[in-house]
């Protein structure tokens, strides 16, 4: 009942803000401005239903869809901050020198140092055109560092 006076009160406040648009337009654009008016009612209207439909989904975790027997997708699992580093290296590093430079191959090279038997890691070279662009090494070099690494391991 009192979403019905809300609405009431709506369509009574856009009517007469519109009132005296209409009586002042030409007669070929009242139908405009008429629409316009409505329009802006229903627009508000559908965004209340919206709301309203999200707050009752929301109080009513049982959708028909897992009722059927479906579930919602699992949350993400928290990753480890290591390993969100270090997949940081293999996707950043190749596409900055700087960044290959300054924090990728220390830290392969430091790994290395822990590593027994210590093996020894060349920095892979870059063609003419990824140091032209500022680029790191290819993935496939990158990818040849890390496989000596895994070897000595």
């Known amino acids: 009942m009192r979403r019905l006076f809300g609405y009431a009160t709506l ?5 007469l803000a519109t009132l005296p648009i209409a009586v002042a337009a030409a007669p070929v654009n009242r139908p405009m401005v008429i629409r316009l008016a409505a329009a802006v009612v229903l627009a508000i209207v559908l965004v209340d239903i919206r709301g309203a439909a999200r707050a009752a ?19 993400r699992p928290s990753i480890d901050r290591q390993f969100s580093e270090l997949l940081d290296d293999v996707r ?3 596409a900055s020198q ?4 300054r924090v990728a191959w220390p830290r392969l090279c430091a790994l290395a140092d822990r590593l027994p038997g210590r093996p020894l890691l060349v920095e892979p070279g870059r063609s003419r055109s990824r140091r032209w662009l500022g680029r790191g090494p290819s993935l496939a ?7 000596r690494l895994e070897d000595r391991a």
């Open 98 to 101: 700087r960044y290959w430079s």
């Open 11 to 15: 369509v009574t406040l856009v009517g």
């Open 92 to 94: 950043f590093g190749p």
């Open 141 to 147: 070099a990158v990818r040849d560092v890390v496989a």
């Open 57 to 75: 989904l929301d109080e009513d975790p049982s959708s028909p869809r897992e009722r059927l027997g479906w579930r919602r997708p699992a949350a």
